[in-house]
Each structure stands twice: as structure tokens, then as C-alpha cells.
């Protein structure tokens, strides 16, 4: 009962936080540059979702649609306006000017959405099935398969068709890929959308197990980034893999351990891990040309 | 008719009071004022603390205006948000302190922050009055010259009401904790512990979790094998919620006793239907209260906030009802010292002899060894229905 249970905790919670890490290997397979404000556009998702769903009373496909196309949004704002014109620049800062994008969103959100956190409810979030004597709601079921699905959607587009292969020549040679025609700013910043939208989607999710409130997704976002590198930021699979490892082991040391270990064993063992594999367990070595 | 007389004169004050600040020059009245501060969540997870907390407090500093304000002087209040964060807490303290020079500042729900606070109230020399945060640590600080007083609960003496309760209520054997993993969780450990071993009680296990964990099955569990009969639960109100929502999902129907983080937010919404089967301590409601003084500040809170309908709005009453008389308590004071320097009103708490509160009839609530106005006498255990915080009969 203890394993099934925690077994299932694991991969519900992994396959999140994989899902969010798959939005910053996405920016990173294409352009070398991440969006630090992932777990501000997973909180985006998750409150936008709950205004249009429970405070407007909008049906929930078209709400849902609607949150995540603003996700994506937002993360064309960010690329727009605070990568593309540092990296342009062939300086660092977006990396500090994503970093703020989060606390000034995580900080709008705090006035316009409130302060309180508030429920969302779902119906896949209100009877729990038993599967092995543990209860569990289909949605912890439904989570992983999304992100499992996602992560192969994107190994398999990426690496096996005309366009996704364009994507990667982007960031392999951006001047050679612009040569060959591929429109190199439009590939970017299509990334970063369907890297926010991801995050996004991982908000909505999470929020009938959880609740809706405008920090949420500060420590996600910080898992996640921890799940992206140790996966390996260019690996899909790499990256869904670790985030199932990173929430296995989490509710595992819990269990087993006691929740006062959670925190401690967890990161050491991610330091450990890179310690010995410092590209992650699925990356490579990056190669640098000169 | 009194009442009537009351409400004329205080009407009267209040229009007199307006009418002198439309004549006198505002630079001068300003000087006039004697202030005094609030550092509490004014945003964040708990920011409906902060509400009630400063519903609560003007209330009170209203009526003291209406009857001619302290040592001669109107007395006015400044509220900074701590954000629930003790370093933020800090910052504005000292702002408080030395920039606004307020008299004494009372506190916010986090003991977290609290706790950070109070060796520079100590310092400082000024009173810093705790209304919400219950970790014992903040009165009972260890300071030679202690300058923290607390109209609220005090988490030692809260254990011991719960242990008692869980074995009175539920004839618990082997209870366990599961407590969120800060000093508030440490504080009501030691006590819990404690309190268990004064009634030689085992415990079955000791589960920490943190405010963003999703899933609390895997310490729960580990709660459930090792044999708890009852648990004891000390977190805020979201936390709390996902405690309730994972015993649902495991089935697990154990009796759970709370500290009194439910009473903090929208427990009944973020918790469902479950919400209802956790019995927490609170030391005031509204509801099941016949008391005069509580119509009668329920009726005053209704005037000043429209918002205010029912007894559904007044949740948390906790922080209304302590913050209330906190600020009568430390208008008490500061008359008794004659003065607003912080080492003679520190002695003026010392001095308050009978206080009829909103909470209680006080009689010497603060003496040089017992720096909290309330004990677990003063304490009610109550459940959620609906939005609405009601008493346990028992």
C-alpha cells in the first residue's frame, strides 16, 4: 500500500514537473536560451484557467483554449522583449531579465487575481478509483499520459520531420540555417511559446489537486529547472525521464524516509547525479566551435 | 438608552473630530497623533489575517477616538504588509519604529515573522503586541527586559487543549502529527510532545510537510501504518486543505484535530465537503455567542464595513476578536503609563487591572512572568459549515 501509493504520488507529481521542464528544453533546443519564468507561466495557466472556467463560467475546452493561447502569449512577450534583444546583443541578461518577467507576473497576478488561493474544481478531481488499495483520482492518471504523449509528440516532430529539423538547425548554425532560408526569429519565438503554453498546461493540471494561487508556481518552476538539467536540456525523453526519476524519488524518500529527509536527499542525489554525469543522464556534450 | 446616549456622543465626537481637522493645520495635527503600527500579511496566502486583524484593530481604535483618544491625543493606526515573509517583517518594523516613532506595533498570523521580530521590539524598547501568531518562543522569548506581550493563543498551552481534547473526544491512544515544516510546525512539535508525555501518551509518528506540497499521501500513509488513532495538524489554511484532500483520497477517516490554521482562509472551498470533520481551536466566535459585547461589536464591524453581512464574513473571527481587544489592551496601557515612552508602557501593561473584552473579562491579564493575555481556559473548539466557523458543543 505505501509503494503503490507512493509509486503513484511519484509519477503524477514527476510527469509535471517534467512537463514544465519540457518548455525550457524546447527555448533551449533552439535558440540556447531558457525561459526562467516557467513556473510564472504554469501560475498563468493554472489563474487564468480558474477565472474563465469557475469566475466566468465559460466551458472548460474553451477555456482552457483560451488560457493556454495567452500562456503562449506571454511567452512571445518574453522572447520579444527580453531574450531577443539581450541575445542580439550577445549578452547574458536575459537570463536575469526572464528571471524578473516571473516576479513582475507572479506580482500583477498577487492584485488583479487576488490573494487568496482558491479551488478549482474538476470531476476527475472528486471520487478517487482504487488501483492496488490506494486511492487515486484520474487525473493523476490522466497527467502523465499527457506528458509522456507531449514528450514523444516533440521527439518525434523535432527530430523526424521537415520543420522540426529546421528547428534544430537553428540554434546548430542560426547564420548558416537563415542561409538556407529558414526564418530563424519566427523559430524562436514559436519556441517560447509552446514552452509557456506547456507550463500553462502543467498549471491547469495541477490545479484541481492543488489549489489556484498567485506563487504557485515559484518552487515548480525551480524543480522543474532542476528535472531540465538533469534530464539533460536537449534530450525530450531525457527530460520527461528525470522529472518521472525526480517525482519518484521525492514521494519514495518521503515514504520511506519521512518527509523530513524529502528535501535534502532529493537535491543531493541531483547534485550526485550531475556530479557524475555533468551533461545530465541523457544529454550530450555540448561541443563548442570556434 | 445608554447605548443610545453612547452612540449620540460618539457621533458627536466624530463630527467634532472631523470639523477640527477640516480647521486646524494638518502639519500640526499630524505631531498631535500618538501612532501605532501593524506588521502582518497583508498579501499573500494569508492576507484575509491581515484583514480581520485590522478590522479588528480600528474598531477598537474608534471607539477609543470617540471617547477623546489616549493621554489627550488622537491616536492613529499604521499598517505595513509583511508579505508573510520574516525578513520583509523586519524592514518594516524598523521603518515602524524609528521613522513613524509608532508608541507600540502589534503583530500578523506568521510566527515565522513574528519571531523575527522580537528581539528588535526588545532592543528598540518599544511594545510589540502579538494578535495572531501563536509560537511560544514570541512572548516567552527569554529577554531579560521582555517587551512582547500576546492577546492570542500560545501554542504550548494550544497542545495541551488539543491532546486533551483528542483523548476526551476520541479516547486516543497513539495519536500522530502532521505538522508544516517551519518554526510554527517546530513550535507545536515541542509542545504536542510535551503534552503527549505529561499524559503518558505515546505518539505514533512525526510527518513534516511543506505549504507548496501537492501530495500528502506518502506521509500520511507512513501515519496510517505506524497505528495513529487521531491526527493532530498544525498548518495554514492551504496546506491544511491539501491534508484533508489527501486523506480523502486515501479513505483514511481518522479523527483530525487542528491548531487553528483552518480558520485562516477559505478552508470549506480549498478542503470540499471533508473540510467539516476537522475540529480546530479557535479563542473566539462569533457564532453560538450570546454575549452583548459581541452584538454589539458585530453590529459596530457591520457599520464600518458594509461588506460585513453575516457571520460568514467575519471569519477568521480570531484575528477580529484578539485584535480588538489587543488594541483596547494597549490603549489601557498607555494610559496607565501616562506616557508613550516604551519602558513606562511596558509598565502600564503590568498596571491594567480589569478590562471587560470582547473575548473574555480580564482581570490583571499581564504580570512580569506571563506575558499572554489568554490561557487554554479561554479556548473553543469549532468546525467549518459552510463558510461559517461555529462551536463545538461538548
Known amino acids: 500500500m505505501l509503494i503503490t501509493s507512493a509509486i503513484i504520488s511519484g509519477l503524477g507529481l514527476g510527469s509535471m514537473y517534467g512537463l514544465i521542464a519540457l518548455g525550457f528544453h524546447v527555448t533551449y533546443v533552439v535558440s540556447n536560451t531558457v525561459n526562467f ?110 506528458g509522456i504523449a507531449i514528450a514523444v509528440v516533440l521527439h518525434l516532430g523535432l527530430n523526424h520531420t521537415r520543420r522540426g529539423k529546421s528547428l534544430l538547425a537553428v540554434v546548430q548554425n542560426p547564420d548558416a540555417a537563415r542561409l538556407m532560408g529558414i526564418n530563424v526569429k519566427s523559430v524562436v519565438a514559436v519556441s517560447f511559446a509552446i514552452s509557456t503554453a506547456l507550463a500553462g498546461l502543467a498549471g491547469l493540471l495541477i490545479a484541481p489537486l492543488f489549489n489556484v494561487n498567485s506563487d504557485m508556481g515559484t518552487l515548480f518552476g525551480i524543480k522543474a529547472f532542476a528535472v531540465a538539467i538533469l534530464g539533460g536540456m536537449g534530450s525530450a525523453s531525457g527530460v520527461v525521464l528525470a522529472g518521472l526519476a525526480y517525482g519518484l524519488i521525492e514521494a519514495m524518500v518521503t515514504a520511506y524516509l519521512g518527509s523530513v529527509y524529502t528535501q535534502i536527499v532529493v537535491f543531493t542525489i541531483v547534485i550526485l547525479a550531475l556530479a557524475v554525469m555533468p551533461n545530465g543522464l541523457f544529454g550530450r556534450a555540448a561541443v563548442n566551435k570556434v | ?118 528581539p528588535f521590539a526588545n532592543q528598540s524598547k518599544v511594545p510589540f503586541m502579538g494578535v495572531w501568531a501563536a509560537g511560544t518562543p514570541i512572548t516567552r522569548n527569554g529577554a531579560a527586559e521582555n517587551y512582547v506581550f500576546r492577546v492570542s493563543a500560545v501554542d504550548e498551552l494550544v497542545d495541551v487543549a488539543l491532546v486533551d481534547y483528542a483523548v476526551k473526544k476520541y479516547a486516543a491512544k497513539k495519536p500522530g502529527m502532521i505538522l508544516i515544516n517551519n518554526p510554527w510546525g517546530e513550535s507545536n512539535e515541542k509542545g504536542l510532545k510535551a503534552a503527549l508525555a505529561a499524559k503518558s501518551l505515546p505518539f505514533s509518528g512525526v510527518e513534516k510537510f511543506e505549504t507548496s506540497d501537492i501530495d500528502l499521501v506518502p506521509q500520511l500513509t507512513r501515519l496510517k501504518e505506524s497505528g495513529a488513532d487521531a491526527l493532530f495538524m498544525v498548518a495554514n489554511v492551504a496546506p491544511s486543505a491539501q491534508v484533508v484532500k489527501s486523506l480523502d483520497r486515501m479513505g483514511w477517516n481518522v479523527p483530525l484535530i487542528s491548531h487553528w490554521g483552518p480558520s485562516g482562509g477559505r478552508f470549506s472551498e480549498l478542503a470540499g465537503a471533508s473540510a467539516a470533520k476537522v475540529h480546530f481551536i479557535q479563542t473566539f466566535s462569533f457564532s453560538g455567542n450570546s454575549s452583548p459585547k459581541a452584538a454589539a461589536v458585530l453590529d459596530g464591524l457591520k457599520k464600518k464595513y458594509p461588506e460585513i453581512k453575516g457571520l460568514g464574513d467575519v471569519t477568521p473571527a480570531v484575528g477580529i476578536a484578539n485584535a480588538y481587544d489587543a488594541m483596547h489592551l494597549v490603549g489601557a496601557a498607555i494610559a496607565k503609563a501616562g506616557s508613550t515612552e516604551g519602558q513606562k508602557v511596558r509598565e502600564g501593561f503590568y498596571a491594567i487591572d480589569k478590562y471587560d473584552g470582547l473575548i473574555k473579562s480580564y482581570d490583571k491579564p499581564f504580570t512580569k512572568d506571563n506575558h499572554d493575555a489568554l490561557s487554554s481556559s479561554d479556548y473553543i473548539f469549532t468546525y467549518f459549515k459552510g463558510d461559517e466557523i461555529l462551536p463545538l458543543m461538548n
Open chain 1, 37 to 146: 519564468a516557467q513556473g510564472s507561466a504554469m501560475m498563468l495557466g493554472a489563474v487564468l484557467g480558474y477565472t474563465f472556467h469557475v469566475r466566468l463560467g465559460w466551458p472548460l475546452p474553451f477555456a482552457a483554449g483560451t488560457a493556454l493561447t495567452l500562456c503562449a502569449l506571454f511567452g512571445l512577450i518574453v522572447e520579444r522583449a527580453l531574450v531577443r534583444p539581450f541575445v542580439e546583443r550577445g549578452s547574458n541578461a536575459w537570463l536575469m531579465a526572464t528571471v524578473a518577467a516571473g516576479i513582475v507576473l507572479d506580482n500583477a497576478m498577487l492584485f488583479t487575481f487576488g490573494k487568496e488561493p482558491r479551488s478549482f474544481p474538476s470531476v476527475l478531481a472528486d471520487k478517487p478509483i482504487q488501483i492496488f488499495g490506494a486511492g487515486v483520482y484520474p487525473l493523476q492518471l490522466i497527467i502523465p499520459v499527457v
Open chain 2, 1 to 118: 438608552m445608554v447605548l443610545e446616549m453612547r452612540l449620540l456622543s460618539r457621533r458627536l465626537l466624530l463630527a467634532g473630530a472631523a470639523a477640527a481637522s477640516l480647521t486646524v493645520a494638518l502639519p500640526a495635527q499630524a505631531q498631535e497623533t500618538i501612532k501605532l503600527g501593524l506588521v502582518a500579511a497583508m498579501s499573500g496566502q494569508s492576507a484575509k489575517s491581515g484583514e480581520a486583524i485590522v478590522r479588528g484593530l480600528s474598531l477598537a481604535l474608534d471607539e477609543i477616538n470617540a471617547k477623546g483618544g489616549l493621554l489627550g491625543k488622537k491616536v492613529e493606526l499604521l499598517v505595513r504588509d509583511d508579505e508573510s515573509n520574516p525578513a520583509k517583517g523586519v524592514i518594516a518594523a524598523r521603518e515602524l519604529v524609528q521613522r513613524e516613532k509608532v508608541v507600540a506595533f502589534f503583530g500578523g498570523l506568521d510566527t515565522p515573522v513574528s519571531i523575527a521580530i522580537v
